[in-house]
């Protein structure tokens, strides 16, 4: 099985009370935070002996921009 996690800035949400202050003009409009990171990975597994042993095997690769 391979994977892929993705996280950005693009899907990280506002705070709840960013905007509404912002729109009564207290302070400048809320900024999000950059965070990016990519997670790939694989995985495979299997028994080598019924019901008694098995192997599995996992590689995974973490990417900060």
């Not at 996690?5 to 207290?26: K, M, V, Y």
């Not at 999000?32 to 042993?53: E, H, T």
């Amino acid at each position: 099985m391979a994977y892929e996690f993705i996280r950005n800035t693009d899907l990280n949400a506002p705070g709840f009370f960013s905007q509404s202050d912002w729109q009564f003009g207290h302070d400048p409009p809320f900024v999000k935070p950059a965070f990016n990171r990519n997670q790939y990975g694989i995985n495979f597994g299997g028994p080598l002996v019924k019901d008694k042993l098995f192997y599995f095997i996992d590689w995974e690769v973490s990417a900060k921009h």
